[in-house]
């Protein structure tokens, strides 16, 4: 059975302004660049210049590593921590802004996410969720023994990462940084009014919606190696998000994600999928990326980019079946940056847990331009490293089963129906809501203390700073 889509958006192009009347973007109010960004000189931005750096700022909360979704599954946020440390271990936190973020409160998430099911989740807990009726279990899609049990936390760990992606948002809108980067995020598959696929809150929606107040276009990319498809049915009737999934596709989960799948009403042609075999290397892979997001950027010249890196692409991963290395999986991420648009960097899936963290630490170094050594640093989970302590890792065994006939075929498909959008819509302009971090977040029932709150956070994202002595957790956590 064919389910019903809970769009975000219905048929109207629309975006916001800001109370004081100006239009945050359009081009005569958007403040100059700082004079080490480099901005294309032809509007639009097809070309890619690889060479400029970025100002990055990374988000991450010292707990949200502890958090454990019980024996035998897979997913697993102790490699959240595991990733901290390798960063940290290769001294990339000296070349970023490092901020921890505000928690979400249960009204940020309603933004997006149905009261009702916001409620629920605020209110069970692990011993409730073995006796869940049947009809609740399956209103929600959670419980015992399913891909979304309800852990202990459950509800705090996803207003951790899920504050992390409204504040990289932020400072995103508000200019302050080229780059922002939460590998906490990125859970893709969360629907409106129910978890699946390990994911319930959609940190993506959210983070997209903070930015459309500012942003005529937003394009959302997936490298993850599911079909992102809690971001494509948020914005599947909408011009206003451009998503662009790549995925393996056929009995596999989440089973969405054809081809043909390209949006509807004033969004169609603006969900773009991209359906692999298994066994896809670094070459084919690029092969598809990069004609496919150079023709995405011509078309629909966003004015933000969010990608989510979903580490379960890799090759080795424990349930994807994709053979990409760390610099194939890297290069998407490479390219982008290229584009020069404000860019949101996010986690996803990824099962081995070592290579993860690999991964999204290189990733992190090439958004930082530092070359990293293929020596794992000394840090506190090097031993997790063994035996070898290197970095990149061999190439995988998987037969490759995308023939450059089939990559081609898909490509010049998805290149036609690209071809169907008629120009980078423009947008009707109405007042812009204020941040969540001003108004709305004042006061709310998830607040520790209202007092100190005010005297930490800045006027823009709520985030506070890290000192460099508070990075280093003692201790060794086990690998849960
Ligand atoms: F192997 C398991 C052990 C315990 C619990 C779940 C799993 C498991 C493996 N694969 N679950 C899956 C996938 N679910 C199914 C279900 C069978 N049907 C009834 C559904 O095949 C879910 C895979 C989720 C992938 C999540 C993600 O990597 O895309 C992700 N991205 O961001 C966060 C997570
Ligand atoms: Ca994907």
Same mark, same amino acid.
């Given at each position: 059975?064919?389910k ?5 958006f219905?048929?109207?192009s629309t975006?916001w302004?800001?109370?004081d009347?100006?239009v945050?973007c359009s081009p005569?109010?958007v403040?100059?660049d700082?004079p080490?960004?480099?901005v294309?000189t032809t ?5 890619q210049?690889?060479?400029?750096k970025k100002?990055?700022?990374y988000?991450?909360?010292g707990?949200?590593?502890?958090y ?6 897979p ?7 595991l990733?901290h ?6 001294g ?7 901020y921890?973020p505000?928690i979400?409160?249960?009204? /940020?998430?309603?933004k ?7 409620n ?14 049947s009809?609740?279990?399956s209103?929600?899609?959670v419980g /015992? ?7 202990d936390?459950m509800?705090?760990?996803c207003?951790?990462y899920?504050?992390c992606s409204i504040?990289g ?8 940084t080229d780059?922002?980067?939460n ?8 629907k ?5 696929g390990?994911?319930?809150?959609n940190d993506?929606?959210l983070?997209i ?7 005529p276009?937003?394009l959302y ?12 049915e948020?914005f599947?009737?909408?011009d206003?998000?451009m998503t662009?999934s ?7 989960f ?5 081809i043909?799948?390209v949006?509807?009403?004033n969004?169609?042609?603006y969900s773009?999928n ?5 066994g896809?290397?670094?070459a084919?892979y690029e ?5 496919v997001m150079?023709?995405v ?9 969010v ?5 379960d692409s890799?090759s080795?991963?424990?349930?994807g079946c994709?053979?990409l290395?760390?610099?194939g999986?890297?290069?998407c991420v /490479?390219?982008?940056k290229g584009?020069?648009?404000p ?5 996803g899936?990824?099962?081995a847990?070592?290579?993860v963290?690999r991964c999204?630490?290189? /990733? ?5 331009e530092?070359?990293?050594s ?5 840090n506190?989970?090097y031993d ?5 302590y290197?970095?990149?890792l061999?190439?995988?065994?998987t037969?490759n ?6 990559l081609?075929?898909i490509k010049v ?9 008629p120009?980078?819509p423009?947008?009707q302009?109405?007042?812009?809501p ?5 108004n ?11 007092d100190?709150r ?8 709520g985030e506070r700073?890290e000192?460099e002595a508070e ?10």
């Amino acid at each position: 059975m064919k389910k019903r889509r809970t769009t975000y958006f219905g048929e109207r192009s629309t975006t916001w302004m800001a109370k004081d009347g100006n239009v945050p973007c359009s081009p005569s109010s958007v403040p100059h660049d700082p004079p080490h960004v480099r901005v294309p000189t032809t509007p639009g931005h097809k070309s890619q210049d690889m060479s400029s750096k970025k100002r990055v700022s990374y988000f991450y909360h010292g707990d949200v590593g502890h958090y454990y979704y019980g024996p035998g599954h897979p997913m697993k946020p102790h490699r959240l921590k595991l990733t901290h440390h390798l960063v940290l271990g290769y001294g990339l936190y000296r070349k970023m802004e490092v901020y921890r973020p505000h928690i979400a409160t249960t009204q /940020e998430l309603q933004k997006f996410h149905s009261q009702e099911y916001v409620n629920f989740l605020s209110r069970v807990n692990p011993d409730m969720g073995r006796t869940l009726s049947s009809s609740v279990h399956s209103k929600f899609n959670v419980g /015992e023994y399913t891909d979304c049990p309800i852990f202990d936390g459950m509800m705090e760990f996803c207003k951790i990462y899920t504050g992390c992606s409204i504040d990289g948002a932020q400072k995103l809108n508000h200019k302050i940084t080229d780059v922002a980067v939460n590998w906490s995020g990125g859970l893709h598959h969360a629907k409106k009014g129910e978890a699946s696929g390990f994911c319930y809150i959609n940190d993506i929606v959210l983070a997209i919606l903070e930015l459309l107040k500012y942003h005529p276009r937003v394009l959302y990319i997936d490298i993850d190696i599911h079909h992102g498809d809690g971001v494509e049915e948020a914005f599947y009737c909408t011009d206003r998000v451009m998503t662009v999934s790549f995925h393996r596709y056929g009995d596999f989960f989440p089973g969405t994600g054809n081809i043909k799948d390209v949006g509807a009403k004033n969004g169609k042609y603006y969900s773009v999928n991209v359906p692999l075999e298994e066994g896809i290397d670094d070459a084919s892979y690029e092969r598809v990326f990069r004609p496919v997001m150079a023709k995405v950027m011509e078309v629909y010249q966003p004015s933000a980019v969010v990608l989510q890196c979903g580490a379960d692409s890799l090759s080795g991963d424990r349930l994807g079946c994709f053979n990409l290395t760390l610099r194939g999986h890297a290069k998407c991420v /490479e390219m982008m940056k290229g584009y020069n648009v404000p860019l949101l960097i996010l986690g996803g899936g990824g099962y081995a847990i070592r290579n993860v963290a690999r991964c999204w630490a290189f /990733e992190t170094s090439v958004l930082l331009e530092e070359e990293v050594s293929d020596e794992i640093p000394r840090n506190d989970y090097y031993d997790y490293y063994a035996p070898d302590y290197k970095l990149h890792l061999p190439p995988g065994t998987t037969e490759n089963q995308n023939s450059t006939e089939g990559l081609e075929a898909i490509k010049v498909q998805i290149l036609q129906q690209l071809s169907q959008i008629p120009g980078a819509p423009s947008v009707q302009m109405q007042e812009v809501p204020p941040d969540w971090a001003t108004n709305e977040r004042g006061g709310g029932e998830d607040e520790e203390d209202p007092d100190v709150r005010s005297s930490n956070r800045n006027r823009f994202g709520g985030e506070r700073r890290e000192h460099e002595a508070e990075f280093y957790d003692g201790g060794k956590d086990q690998d849960r």
